[in-house]
């Protein structure tokens, strides 16, 4: 008789691996591309024509859905993709095209097929509450002559890349024809092939290395309902022996991941601190988990990062991404909520969206900030009671220098953007190295600029970018008799 593989648990990976591991590692990404849009706004009233909520548009956004996700993760996570896929002769074609082409770090090829309907799916959104999705859709096989561009194109591609990763929603651009040439081609040159599946079919995956679908996926693959850790190995080394398959990923919702080969078994547990949003958690693990392994991670090590990613972006609203910092604050966590509060411009942007999409405002003011005084307590009060969430910039130690001069800061950056974090009334600390906050603010787009009453409004930097789209300058109340300064003159007397 058999003895049963080992079930274990992996150490999470080192921080300095991650990042050396994602920046720069290279995957081709071949799958149905989708444009998601999103339309929100307020209901207030049921229409008299229906029994519907009325929802009061107040703004729309679009972004890349399906494959394009599994894309926008890589770009974010510091990878660089190229990603074929197929749209339709339309609008949304064009849009997705537009998109596509804005992800620095991104090959596209996209091929257009005149009689197919580019995937569009139109979510409806009052407040953080999804109240309708219409998708507009061709689900049929690309023609055959698309076929034979999507082989011939990936096939190029290989030569730079070090991992296929094939993101399937079944809309048609992978038919079996072109997952086998796939594989083929990968094979022959060392290619991991990873694959996000879709369907009771999985023939058609056969040799692929790493297969990743979540619990239901897995049960309907094999026909039987899979639920607890026997089950769902068994399911697993099921599939791997009839199709030939290396691994299989199991994502496993609130009870985190399983990796599964023949002769051994990894349970990694769910490491979400809170659930607001599981849009896209798919795309955003396949994607860590590809660019983990284009960078050296062994498979293990590469599973442990993508259950931290999924942890992650389902703590975000609609099909988010992950940042590196991301991953490092997760893994750095001291247990200390204000480190959570210091982000990269990158991440700022990100979590400020979603704040957007939850109708909450966005303040923001920014100084240098060394030796927290009365004024400053004063002018961070009176930033965070004009608006929902307060973000400050701060600036680095090189940009305190050109503006204070060589003695100054008097605390390094770390230290005063883990002060400025302590703060109650501080959502949000992003640092930034010019000496003015211009680009900051314009990366960031916040609804209320703050800056102290000593200035006038035409003085205060950014303020006609936030005024030009409607946003608010408010000129805080200066505490009398407080500066930094002021502190260290009367400190060197």
């Not at 569009?120 to 219409?134: D, E, F, H, P, S």
């Not at 972006?313 to 099909?319: D, E, I, M």
Request: hydrophobic share 45%; proline share 4%; charged share 25%.
């Amino acid at each position: 008789m058999s003895r049963p593989a080992p079930t274990r648990d992996v150490a999470e990976p080192d921080p300095a691996a991650v990042v050396g591991a994602l920046n720069g590692a290279s995957v081709l990404v071949v799958g149905d591309v989708m444009l998601d849009r999103y339309v929100y706004g307020g209901v207030d009233r049921i229409s008299p024509e229906a029994p519907i909520p009325v929802l009061r548009i107040e703004r729309e956004s679009a972004m890349l859905g399906g494959a394009g996700n599994v894309v926008r993760n890589l770009v974010a996570l510091g990878a660089r993709a190229c990603f074929v896929s197929v749209v339709g002769r339309d609008d949304a074609g064009i849009q997705v095209t537009g998109l596509v082409g804005e992800e620095a770090g991104v090959e596209p090829h996209l091929i257009v097929e005149a009689g197919r309907t580019t995937t569009v799916k139109m979510r409806y959104v009052a407040g953080a509450q999804q109240i309708l999705r219409a998708d507009r859709e061709t689900v049929a096989p690309v023609e055959p002559a698309s076929e034979g561009k999507i082989g011939a194109l990936a096939a190029e591609a290989m030569a730079d890349v070090r991992v296929l990763v094939l993101s399937d929603y079944g809309k048609g651009v992978l038919t079996p024809v072109v997952i086998a040439g796939l594989v083929s081609a990968a094979k022959q040159r060392g290619l991991t092939v990873v694959c996000d599946p879709k369907g009771r079919d999985y023939a058609r995956y056969r040799g692929i290395d790493v297969l990743t679908p979540n619990r239901r996926e897995l049960a309907e693959a094999v026909g039987r309902p899979v639920s607890g850790d026997d089950a769902v190995v068994a399911a697993a080394r099921e599939l791997i022996a009839r199709h030939a398959l290396g691994a299989v990923l199991v994502t496993r919702s609130e009870e985190g991941m399983s990796l599964i080969r023949t002769e051994s078994v990894l349970h990694l547990p769910a490491k979400a601190r809170e659930v607001f949003d599981v849009s896209g958690a798919g795309d955003t693990v396949i994607a860590t988990l590809s660019a983990a392994i284009a960078g050296g991670l062994a498979l293990d090590d590469a599973a442990a990062l993508a259950n931290l990613a999924g942890g992650i972006v389902v703590g975000k609203v609609g099909t988010a991404v992950v940042h590196p910092e991301d991953l490092l604050d997760v893994m750095h966590d001291t247990g200390d909520p204000g480190q959570a509060k210091i982000a990269t411009r990158a991440a700022a942007v990100d979590r400020i969206a979603r704040w957007r999409r939850g109708g909450q405002r966005i303040g923001f003011t920014n100084g240098c900030f060394d030796l927290i005084h009365p004024g400053h307590v004063s002018l961070l009060g009176q930033a965070r009671s004009a608006c929902d969430r307060l973000v400050v910039g701060l600036n680095t130690d090189a940009s305190v220098k050109r503006l204070k001069g060589p003695t100054r800061p008097l605390l390094d950056e770390k230290s005063r953007a883990t002060v400025l974090a302590a703060f109650e009334s501080v959502d949000l600390v992003v640092t930034f190295d010019e000496d003015t906050p211009l680009e900051l603010i314009q990366a960031l787009r916040p609804d209320v600029l703050v800056k102290g009453a000593d200035y006038t409004i035409d003085k205060v930097v950014g303020a006609d970018l936030v005024q030009s789209y409607g946003g608010k300058v408010v000129l805080a109340e200066i505490a009398a008799g407080h500066s930094t300064t002021g502190i260290v003159q009367r400190i060197a007397r």
